[in-house]
């Protein structure tokens, strides 16, 4: 019964203990790295080299821990382990290591299990970066590297196999747009890879730049990292931001329609703007009036205009740019500006003397008026007023004083974008209660 106890207690005292392994005869200290969930180990070591290393594992009753070793197949085919193993009061001693094994240490009601590679199995180096003569596409470089470093593999308890992310890193100068700056700027970016092959690739750059491989986690963890770098490379990729704002006007008598998208009553005055990368040597800004752009009808090539749009129907402006090739093209979305039917309809009467905000001046109401000219006469055929912008009107005054009320009469002519001509004349009747 004594027996009994004394051996529960031990058990307890195991498993609630906190167990660690530490290594012994190492030049390098191995690097521990986190396993896949599903393999069921505890830790994956990266030794640099077996030969001398010894596995300590930490705990509270070595006594009641046996050792097991297994292979790619798996902890169930886990042989026991008594050659190199030994104990002391404090901890369980492995020597004798072979690499590429997997060590479970075992007591009652608990394990640690860990799996041990040997990297200077499959070590990395590096001797030189060159982007590849024939590039697959735009989007991408490949890169062709010239050296070592290919998957590091382990096995979990049920057999199953996981590499390690060996971190192997590619870094090199891209752009990106900065909205606060509204430019394209030089950005340092990254980009990792578990092993290294014959040929790496990654976002294609959008400026010069160079091209540095450097790795990987476990020489950065030995301070031995080794890197090798590309000679200056130019962008073939391009990228642009483009905008388009169309300017407003506040014209009370103005018809503008509410399409829920640019155009309306024309003149339709839009600010397009792009910026581009560094590679988008070629720029151009095309229209068309179909939306597959089969007839392009105007190409702008300046970067940031202003443009007037005074024809009815619909206009679709893209953007387009290139590199010197022309291989690496990039196209924006087409804007749609759509342009409505004229409309002009003048008012027979107003009373501007009263001045009571309501009716005060005569305006005609109108949409997509592109030319326009109104001439206003008193009852001798005399002209009194003539204007030429559809959004401004009479006020009723005459030398800086209200006329009399009575009969006037207007005479208009005008455009509209859909080529529509207008000739109108009628009376205007000036009420002249205050």
């Not at 476990?218 to 590309?230: D, I, P």
């Not at 339709?268 to 095309?286: N, P, R």
């Not at 009263?354 to 005060?360: A, E, F, M, P």
């Not at 800086?400 to 005008?414: C, D, L, M, R």
């Amino acid at each position: 019964m004594r027996i009994s106890l004394v051996l529960t207690l031990a058990t307890m005292a195991l498993a609630t203990t906190a167990q660690t392994l530490s290594w012994q005869g190492a030049v390098r200290q191995p690097v521990s790295v986190a396993p896949q969930t599903q393999a069921g180990l505890d830790v994956v070591a990266v030794a640099d080299g077996v030969d001398g290393l010894t596995a300590v594992f930490e705990c509270a009753s070595p006594t009641g821990v046996s050792v097991s070793t297994f292979g790619h197949e798996g902890a169930a085919y886990a042989e026991p382990l008594e050659e190199g193993v030994s104990r002391t009061a404090t901890a369980v001693n492995i020597a004798n290591l072979r690499a590429d094994r997997g060590y479970m240490l075992s007591w009652s009601g608990g394990s640690y299990t860990f799996y041990l590679i040997d990297y200077s199995a499959t070590p990395l180096t590096l001797r030189s970066v060159t982007p590849a003569a024939e590039q697959d596409n735009c989007a991408l470089t490949a890169l062709d590297v010239d050296g070592t470093g290919a998957e590091m593999a382990y096995y979990g308890i049920t057999g199953r196999r996981f590499t390690v992310d060996r971190e192997i890193e590619v870094a090199y100068t891209t752009q990106t747009y900065s909205e606060s700056a509204q430019a394209w700027t030089d950005t340092s970016v990254s980009k990792r890879f578990d092993s290294l092959s014959p040929t790496l690739r990654v976002d294609a750059p959008l400026c010069a730049t160079t091209f540095t491989v450097s790795g990987d986690r476990f020489l950065r963890a030995w301070g031995e990292e080794t890197q090798v770098e590309s000679a200056p490379v130019t962008p073939r990729a391009v990228d642009a931001h483009v905008d388009a704002e169309q300017a407003t006007r506040d014209a009370d008598n103005e018809v503008t329609g509410s399409t829920g998208q640019m155009g309306g009553s024309a003149p339709c005055d839009v600010a397009f703007s792009a910026a581009v990368t560094d590679g988008a040597l070629f720029t151009e800004w095309q229209f068309a009036r179909n939306a597959d752009f089969e007839d392009i009808t105007l190409r702008i090539t300046d970067l940031v205009f202003d443009y007037s749009f005074t024809e009815e129907g619909t206009t679709y402006v893209r953007f387009v740019c290139a590199d010197d090739s022309g291989d690496c093209q990039w196209e924006s979305q087409p804007f749609e500006v759509s342009i409505g039917a004229s409309m002009l309809k003048c008012p027979n009467a107003f009373s501007p003397e009263n001045q009571d905000g309501v009716n005060d001046i005569w305006k005609v109401s109108y949409s997509s008026i592109v030319d326009f000219e109104c001439s206003i006469f008193n009852r001798s055929g005399h002209c009194i007023v003539t204007f030429n912008d559809p959004a401004s009107g009479w006020d009723g005054r005459y030398g800086g004083k209200f006329v009399s009320p009575g009969v006037y009469f207007y005479v208009i002519k005008a455009r509209g974008a859909d080529g529509k001509k207008y000739n109108l004349s009628g009376d205007i009747n000036i009420v002249g209660y205050k």
